[in-house]
Each structure stands twice: as C-alpha cells, then as structure tokens.
Antibody
C-alpha cells in the first residue's frame, strides 16, 4: 500500500528557505503515470496546490508561487522535495505531499510549518 | 485560472438525512473534477474523480454528479463519520489545479 511521509523543519525564519521532503514507500517514484505534488493549507483555510513533478524531471508550478518554488525528485531514495524561498508569515501552513494523477490520489499526513522569528 | 466556488459554506444536517453539496466552476471543466473529504487533523481523502467515479473504499451512500460548470456531491443517509469538510478540485485547465473553498458538513 502506497504511503507518503513529509519531513522537515517545523519552524522557519522569515526571508529564509522552507525545505521539506516526502518519502514514498509501498510504491515507485519512477512511475510513468504518476506525478508527485505538494499542496498546502494555511491554518483554518482551504487547500492550495503548490506544484508537481514527474520522475523524469518535468515540473509544473502554481503561477502564484512559481518565482519562489523548486520541486525536485530523487528516485534512488524514493523521495521528492519542496523548496520555498523568501518565506513570510503567509507561508505558515500544513504542507501535504501527494501522488498526483491530475487529482490527488494518495496523501501524506502533512507537516506543519510555521514561519516566525 | 479556473475559480471553484462551493456552496453552502456550512451545511447542517441530521444523521440519517441526505446532504447535497454544490461546486461551480468559472468555466467549463467537462468532467475533470474531484471531490475530497477532510476530517479534523487529517489529510484530505479522495472520494471521486471524473466527477462521478468513486475512489477505492468510498461507501455507496456517496455519489457524485454533474458536468461542465455545475457539480454535486450527495450523501444519501448521513453517518456520524461523514461529518467533515468537503472540497472540490478541477484538473481540466492547469496549472494551476484549483480547489473550492470547502463546505463544512456539521451535525444538526
């Protein structure tokens, strides 16, 4: 059974870079039909898609975040990662990773990231 | 960007009754629409894709319908575990994938 698990610092200072990793188990990151995505949810609010990556390296980002986001994949470790630069308090959220075939099929449990000095 | 609007924001229904949740797209998304259920402290769970195709393990009391710009999620007889927040998401015109703001289904 496919499982995803987010990991990374829970506290990031303003203007710094948020970095999270999603570890995939019970399945293969190098699946031709799967993209791997990141979605976030600010406290008490709805869902926002951040971006997705295919294992060959194709990436798609939300235009609202594109200038600050990088998603990468490491097939040898069955992981994919998110970097969000120049964070502010508005980036405080729960960050979810998901297997993404247009819709989000399988989700990780989420990682809470707070931006604060 | 396709804007998704869900209504109502909050729906109060008694257990055993039927709940109908709506999702409207700002442009035609054909049937490229998914529904998710999110319970407090949990990740969202995929319920439907293709507007009406039930995901694995989703009970038959849940049904999805619609096409174009108007979509509906119906729960025929509410169980206690169904009270949650429900989101719709379009994947017809992306990036970006866009979600509705959610409907909170609460116990009346």
């Amino acid at each position: 059974q496919l499982q995803l698990q987010e990991s990374g610092p829970g506290l990031v200072k303003p203007s710094e870079t948020l970095s999270l990793t999603c570890s995939v188990s019970g399945g293969f990151v190098n699946s031709d039909t799967s993209y791997w995505g990141w979605i976030r949810q600010p406290p008490g609010k709805g869902l926002e898609w951040i971006g997705s990556i295919h294992y060959i390296g194709s990436t798609y980002y939300n235009p609202s975040l594109e200038s600050r986001v990088t998603i990468s994949v490491d097939t040898s470790k069955s992981q994919f990662s998110l970097k969000l630069e120049s964070v502010t308090a508005a980036d405080t959220a729960i960050y979810f990773c998901a297997r993404n075939f247009y819709y989000m099929e399988v989700w990780g449990k989420g990682a809470t990231v707070t931006v604060s000095s | 960007e396709v804007v998704m609007a869900q209504s109502p924001a909050t729906l109060s229904v008694s257990p055993g009754e039927r709940a109908v949740l709506s999702c409207r797209a700002s442009q035609n998304v054909i049937r490229n629409l998914a529904w998710y259920q999110q319970k407090p402290g949990q990740a969202p769970r995929l319920l439907f894709y293709g507007a009406s195709i039930r995901a694995s393990g989703v009970p038959a009391r849940f049904s999805g319908s619609g096409s174009g710009t108007e979509f509906t999620l119906t729960i025929s007889s509410l169980q206690s575990e169904d009270f949650a927040v429900y989101y719709c998401q379009q994947y017809n015109d992306w990036p970006p994938y866009t979600f509705g703001q959610g409907t909170k289904l609460e116990i009346k």
